[in-house]
């Protein structure tokens, strides 16, 4: 399976970090190889000084499929969680000035965290749902899925003409803005329409 993560997916997140708005959705991978065990600590990799969070909605995709028209794109989904896109900033930014791909900074052990459960859509509108992060109980990111610069659906139509959509992949779909470090004690917890979704230590 595969994470594939969309960037730049929130106008105020993109703002922060000072880049400009897509005009088609952005994306990148993360192999299966990123996902932090679940109930297990994130200890920080010790290159990098500026880990951040970004908290993002999941989408399970549940059918194969490739060249998804968007408007039959619902049919590949019936699941949501809620996970982190752990980056290491200063990597990232040394990538960008450079030229090169994220992955060092994107897609290292442990960079993919996704809650153990999902929640069912089933009355549920995709774009309409809360979510936010606490860390250490103040809340420093919050959003609502309307606030998407590409819905869902587009995204699955896009990336879809690119690679095929298997079962079981996982869809990261941006993050809204209040992203920031996390540091060893730091304790992130994510809730998803009230819910809370994971809580996870960092170390
Ligand atoms: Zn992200």
């Known amino acids: 399976m595969k994470f594939i ?7 105020d997140h993109a703002k922060e970090l000072k880049n400009d708005l897509p005009t088609e959705p952005m994306f990148f991978l993360k192999p299966d190889s990123a996902l932090l065990q679940q109930g297990v600590a994130m200890y920080i990799p010790e290159w990098t000084t500026d880990l951040h969070y970004e908290v993002e909605v999941l989408v399970k995709i549940n059918r194969l499929g490739k060249y998804i028209e968007e408007k039959f794109a619902h049919r590949y989904y019936d699941e949501i969680g809620l996970g982190i896109d752990f980056t290491a900033r200063d990597i990232q930014d040394e990538c960008k000035r450079k030229g090169h791909p994220w992955e060092k900074a994107k897609a290292f052990d ?8 999902f929640l069912s859509l089933e009355g549920k509108n995709i774009q309409n749902l ?52 996390a540091q060893a004690g730091d304790v992130l917890k994510g809730r998803l329409e009230g819910q809370l979704m994971f809580s996870q230590d960092i170390k």
Request: positive net charge; aromatic residues 8%.
């Open 5 to 11: 993560c969309i960037g730049r997916n929130y106008a």
């Open 110 to 117: 442990g960079s993919a965290i996704v809650s153990k459960k």
């Open 130 to 181: 809360d979510f936010e992060l606490e860390k250490n109980g103040s809340i420093v990111q919050k959003a609502n899925t309307s606030d998407m610069i590409f819905s869902v659906d587009r995204i699955i139509a896009h990336v879809s003409q690119f690679m095929t959509l298997k079962i079981g992949d996982v869809i990261y779909t941006g993050t809204p803005a209040g992203v920031g470090p």
